[in-house]
């Protein structure tokens, strides 16, 4: 799909988006003022795919602010699922996310966020029963040249549409634990006040269907990978059957993926950074498209810029969470001040600052230290790729004089440290600003307009999901097996791509699941939902997810030196891990009585 294509269906779902959305107190429940838009749409193949955009519109909603769905809430919504974990916590915090930094503070359960996260799932839920639904229907045109092809035109969308519909489920569930369980389009003529808490075995057996429904109908890899395939199916299959401690059917479902050819991990360099300095593991986020020569990235959401169309898209917001507010810093505010664009005026100071240095970052989220150090394993310092100047911020430059890009210095020394301050160690503090740390380049957007230097949204192409993710996860998979001999492997695949040394089947034997986790941190630092991985090992086997010897709060405590303090309560079983229901869902759930998760306040 090219970007003109990919612009008008953007357009397509912004109009769908009216009637396939919900207010932000009533999260399953129909919205009857465009009733009739869908029974003019749903009638012929063309009209249910166009309706399947429309979930691609809502999806890529993870990486826009989490206030687009209501509130103030200025960082990317994907930011949720990291900060107040092992390896991130909020350096430049919001009332609404205090959690990120004070992981105790999760018991507001009024803030916004929470119901943003949980509306935005049932919104996705909702216009993939509507699909499922009225796929159904009699005499839709699915525009076959015969019954065959009829039939397998309606299994493509009916698949896609159970794809998006298991993997809004997935976030539901390892977010917030026990949820409705709603399969069927809402109509005024099923409108409850009634749902219940489904329990997470039962909606996992959907799940389960739904993937295999979109295993068994989408093909591996698709013509481009900026929409679902049989691969992203597969991928979150096995994911669920380790969730569900079924290892050796993780195994079996992952293994065409990792073992085929259709995808493969970048591992020379490619594509439009290709003339730059960098590596083969920076490059893959600056160039994900599969049309553009990128064999890893599974899925990505394409995006442009306005200036380079009259309807554009919505912009993202990684790079500003995850980069950091150097320009806030008083030393590095010393820089560019020679820069011909600003002693020129063509820009402002923060403009010409931003575009020298890879674009806006506002420091919502750092990378804890202790991820840092996990970098360093057995002393190789900063060989792997990862931790590189390609690949991190440890260098701020500025433009002199005669248009010449220099590292920036103060008094001979780089600004950027990784220095503990007294805000740091302060549990009074509400925020942190510590504005020279380092931060991730996986993000970098450097706008095309001067004017837009300094904006906090942009508009690059985004890798959602990854081939390394799958390797790791088939690791985890033959790991829980006793093939510990092919699971480093696959997990050496990945670390050898970025330089990194091999690990031995008696690393992985003495360091167990938890070398699996510092790997996928490694790897995949603000990619996967990091809460939601933490939540699922520390549920295996029934285990109580707050108990405060578990990955999630034991990893806190040893790797994030803000959030993991003794203060904060990852030491403490009564701090909740799962998100917490909305109040405003339970309170408008008339008709039955619905307890919060434990640790909550109804």
Aim: some cysteine; aromatic content about 10%.
């Amino acid at each position: 799909m090219n970007k003109l294509l990919y612009r008008t269906y953007i357009v397509i779902a912004v109009l769908l988006g009216v009637f396939t959305g919900c207010n932000e107190n009533e999260f399953l429940k129909e919205e009857p003022r465009a009733s009739l838009y869908p029974e003019n749409l749903l009638v012929d193949y063309d009209g249910f795919k166009s309706m399947n955009v429309s979930l691609y519109g809502i999806a890529r909603a993870e990486y826009r602010r989490a206030d687009a769905l209501g509130g103030s809430i200025p960082l990317v919504l994907h930011s949720v699922w990291d900060g107040g974990t092992d390896v991130a916590w909020a350096n430049n915090s919001h009332s609404e996310v205090q959690y990120m930094y004070f992981p105790k503070l999760i018991d507001q359960t009024d803030k916004q966020v929470f119901r943003n996260v949980f509306q935005w799932c049932y919104r996705i839920i909702n216009t993939a029963n509507m699909v499922i639904t009225r796929s159904e229907n009699e005499g839709v045109n699915w525009k076959g040249a015969s019954d065959a092809e009829n039939q397998r035109k309606k299994n493509e969308v009916v698949a896609e549409a159970k794809l998006f519909r298991a993997w809004a489920y997935r976030h539901l569930t390892l977010t917030y634990g026990d949820v409705p369980l709603s399969t069927e389009e809402i109509t005024g003529l099923n409108y409850r006040t009634d749902w219940e808490r489904n329990p997470v075995s039962e909606i996992r057996q959907v799940m389960e269907e739904d993937l295999k429904f979109a295993i068994e109908n989408l093909p591996l890899r698709t013509a481009n990978n900026s929409t679902v395939s049989g691969a992203m199916a597969r991928h979150y299959l096995g994911e669920l059957y380790l969730a569900e401690g079924k290892n050796a059917e993780a195994e079996a479902v992952m293994k065409p993926l990792v073992e085929g050819s259709e995808y493969a991990l970048i591992t020379s360099r490619f594509g439009d950074n290709a003339a730059n300095e960098g590596c083969p593991f920076i490059d893959v986020f600056r160039t994900p498209m599969y049309s553009d020569g990128n064999t890893e990235v599974i899925l990505a959401f394409v995006n442009t810029e306005p200036e380079n169309s009259a309807s554009g898209t919505a912009e993202v917001y990684m790079k500003s969470t995850y980069k950091g507010y150097y320009a806030n810093d008083g030393t590095i505010k010393k820089s560019n001040l020679k820069n011909p664009d600003y002693t020129s005026g063509q820009c402002t100071w923060p403009q010409a600052f931003w575009l020298t240095n890879g674009g806006k970052g506002a420091s919502r989220l750092a990378i804890s230290r202790g991820l840092l150090r996990l970098y360093n394993y057995k002393g190789q310092g900063e060989k792997d790729d990862r931790i590189s100047d390609h690949a991190m911020v440890w260098r701020i430059f500025e433009v002199d004089e005669s248009s010449n890009t220099v590292e920036f210095l103060n008094n001979g020394k780089a600004v950027i440290d990784t220095i503990v301050t007294a805000a740091m160690l302060d549990d009074t503090k509400t925020t942190i600003k510590k504005w020279n740390w380092p931060s991730i380049k996986k993000w970098d957007y450097t706008a095309p307009v001067k004017a837009n230097g300094d904006k906090d949204g942009c508009y690059q192409d985004i890798s959602y999901l990854r081939l390394a993710d799958t390797y790791l996860l088939y690791a985890e998979a033959l790991y829980k097996q006793g093939k510990n001999g092919e699971a480093i492997k696959w997990i050496n695949k990945v670390r050898n791509r970025s330089q990194a040394i091999s690990i031995t089947e008696d690393d992985l034997v003495s360091g167990g699941m938890d070398l699996i986790l510092d790997e996928r941190a490694r790897e995949l630092f603000s990619e996967e939902e990091r809460r939601e991985t933490l939540i699922r090992v520390s549920q295996e086997g029934g285990k109580d997810e707050r108990d405060v010897n578990n990955y999630f709060k034991r990893r806190t405590r040893q790797l994030n030196e803000i959030a993991g303090r003794d203060a904060r309560g990852m030491n403490e079983y009564e701090t909740p891990v799962l998100f917490p229901i909305p109040h405003e869902f339970i309170e408008s759930n008339t008709g039955r009585v619905l307890e919060n998760n434990p640790g909550y306040k109804n």
